[in-house]
């Protein structure tokens, strides 16, 4: 097995945006990024290697934030990240108000809602995004697309 540092090294960056588009703070996203790290050290001996080493880590990573959440309750509503102007993401947001497609997604069923999380707040590729979650690209495209549909419906409906 490589070094911890080449390990940093090669996944600090995808730790870091998955849990930014997890908490949608980049600041909070370090500090659970090295809490993931350190985590990761105290525990590499229960690495089995059944996953990608990348998929272990955003494991650690999103039950770093989950610890970090029950002990840090939200009082206030989550800022909304803008995406990408012209994408179809900034198309589908543009029709109804953030409070309300923050919702909608809540509502969606896993896979949909974590996949469309990623991909809008953490701007990760579909590469990416099928790696964290232990699947594939074209998988996590499809996933995206019909999460995106399961909003767009719900946005007619209203």
């Excluded at 934030?65 to 800022?79: D, N, V």
């Excluded at 953030?98 to 953490?122: D, F, N, Q, V």
Aim: with cysteine; glycine share 4%.
């Amino acid at each position: 097995m490589d070094s911890m540092e080449e390990i940093y090294r090669s996944y600090a960056d995808t730790v870091y945006r998955y849990l930014v588009s997890l908490t949608r703070d980049p600041d909070l996203s370090e500090d659970l990024t090295q809490e993931t790290f350190t985590q990761a050290i105290r525990c590499i001996g229960k690495y089995d290697g059944s996953s990608k080493l990348s998929t272990w880590l955003c494991a650690i990573a999103k039950n770093q934030w989950l610890l970090w959440l029950r002990k840090h309750p939200q009082t206030e509503p989550l800022e909304f990240a803008e995406p990408t102007v012209g994408s179809p993401e900034a198309d589908v947001l543009e029709q109804t108000e953030h409070l309300e497609l923050l919702k909608l997604l809540h509502a969606l069923p896993e896979p949909y809602r974590e996949t469309i999380y990623l991909r809008i707040y953490g701007s990760l590729s579909f590469s990416k995004i099928g790696e964290i979650m232990g699947k594939t690209e074209n998988w996590a495209r499809v996933t995206f697309y019909r999460g995106k549909e399961r909003l767009r419906k719900e946005l007619e409906q209203q």
